[in-house]
């Protein structure tokens, strides 16, 4: 059995999706929830912001992030939260990653999205945490909000049973 002072729901949300469906995750696990934001804002500008991600996926310079209220250190449970940008994570969760260690720590993924294409998300979070116990990510459509409290609950007793 896990204990709720265990558990870390931590996001990156741009619009405000992403960061729902973590307040949905931390109501029903009792989590600590903490949110990424970039020292630099991303363009409101859709064009702009999509020639950002695209540049920081490419070369690998991700955003400087503001201080967390929340490292991975004192958890065992971990769920992450990003928009599906471009196909993938968004690179402040990346950043996020990259700065914790989350070795030993059973790791579970979650995206909003609002229909884009899903071009490996789940496999770039295993591949940045290869020695994290991952579990099935939990993928959240625009259209999806109505059912969230369900397909959040589903997808827990899916992955954690002892929740």
């Not at 729901?9 to 973590?22: E, F, Q």
């Not at 059973?106 to 591949?127: N, V, W, Y």
Request: aromatic share 10%.
């Amino acid at each position: 059995m896990f204990m709720k002072e265990n558990i870390l729901v931590v996001c990156y949300s741009y619009s405000g999706k992403t960061r729902m469906i973590a307040e949905v995750i931390e109501r029903q696990t009792g989590g600590t929830r903490s949110q990424i934001y970039p020292r630099q804002p991303y363009p409101a500008d859709f064009e702009q912001l999509l020639s950002q991600v695209r540049m920081e996926n490419r070369t690998g310079k991700y955003p400087a992030l503001l201080p967390v209220t929340e490292r991975a250190d004192n958890y065992d449970i971990v769920f992450t939260g990003s928009p599906n940008w471009c196909g993938t994570i968004a690179p402040p969760l990346v950043a996020w990653l990259k700065e914790n260690d989350m070795t030993g720590k059973i790791l579970l993924p979650f995206f909003s999205h609002c229909g884009g294409e899903d071009k490996g998300m789940e496999q770039a979070i295993r591949t940045l945490c290869p020695a994290a116990k991952t579990g099935s990510s939990l993928y959240v459509s625009e259209n999806g909000r109505e059912n969230l409290q369900e397909m959040v609950r589903s997808w827990l007793k899916q992955n954690l049973p002892e929740i």
